[in-house]
């Protein structure tokens, strides 16, 4: 009885250190190569330390503050056309007794559905016949596909869990359809529509293949940016550029933070 006493303990310790080193490693790592101006085999840590490559990757002619603003910017639109749409969809797919109705939602799937290169070759090549390649709408439009994949199917788990009678309550005291959809549903409804723009947000935040096919040259973001860094064996700045896209991801979620309560997302997915 002794030995299970302190074995359980001990398990649940070993298991909490596996996750916490899966978790933190990576970052560790990330940490350590942004400061690390000279490191190589077979010394374990960075031979010496600096901020020199901060210097670069800040400095008026570096790239990494412009491919930052077009990131954030391409995503906070992509977040507002997915919303646009997904809203209403969601609402209809909740709501309404629509024909189809699975059917409609699986093809908000495909999307995922196909191997992302094969679909992005023929999205440009069909972009290009109409202007949209190497432009910001063309890239906005990429990601927003990808991102109604999250938002519709959030948004209909959202108004789904949104009591009926709430808002016939509001239509017998003579609320019109409309009013009470944005005074009674849509507000019910916000947590688990904020929690769709934060899955759209950095969904858009990181996307690299849509990116790669139907932007450049023109369009460079942070995750190209880190990419060219990367395969040019430049480790330091693919580092520092990885630590720079985190910022607007955490930023996003601790302002998004305050609308997830526990019990809402609990009804989401339901």
């Not at 990116?211 to 395969?231: C, E, H, K």
Request: glycine share 6%; charged share 10%; no cysteine.
């Amino acid at each position: 009885m002794i030995a299970r006493a302190f074995a359980v303990p001990l398990v649940k310790a070993a298991a909490l250190a596996v996750f916490a080193f899966l978790l933190v490693g990576p970052l560790a790592n990330l940490v350590l190569w942004s400061v690390a101006e000279r490191w190589y085999a077979p010394f374990k840590l960075p031979v010496s330390y600096g901020l020199k490559y901060w210097e670069v990757v800040f400095r008026p002619t570096g790239d990494a503050m412009a491919s930052l603003v077009t990131s954030v910017t391409i995503a906070l639109t992509v977040v507002v056309v997915a919303l646009a749409l997904s809203v209403p969809a969601g609402y209809a797919l909740a709501r309404l007794k629509l024909p189809w109705r699975a059917v409609i939602m699986v093809v908000f799937l495909l999307p995922q559905a196909f191997p992302s290169v094969a679909v992005y070759i023929n999205v440009a090549r069909i972009f290009y016949a109409f202007n949209l390649a190497g432009t910001i709408p063309g890239v906005v439009l990429v990601h927003a596909a990808h991102g109604l994949v999250y938002s519709v199917w959030i948004a209909a788990a959202a108004f789904a869990a949104v009591d009926r009678d709430l808002e016939l309550a509001a239509r017998n005291m003579g609320a019109s359809p409309l009013r009470a959809f944005f005074s009674v549903t849509l507000p019910l409804a916000a947590p688990g529509i904020m929690a769709s723009a934060i899955f759209v947000f950095l969904e858009s935040l990181d996307e690299f293949t849509g990116t790669f096919f139907v932007g450049v040259p023109q369009v460079t973001t942070l995750p190209l940016l880190l990419y060219n860094a990367s395969m040019g064996g430049n480790y330091q700045i693919a580092s520092i550029t990885a630590l720079i896209l985190l910022v607007p991801s955490v930023g996003f979620m601790l302002f998004i933070e305050r609308f997830l309560k526990s019990d809402v997302l609990a009804k989401v997915g339901h």
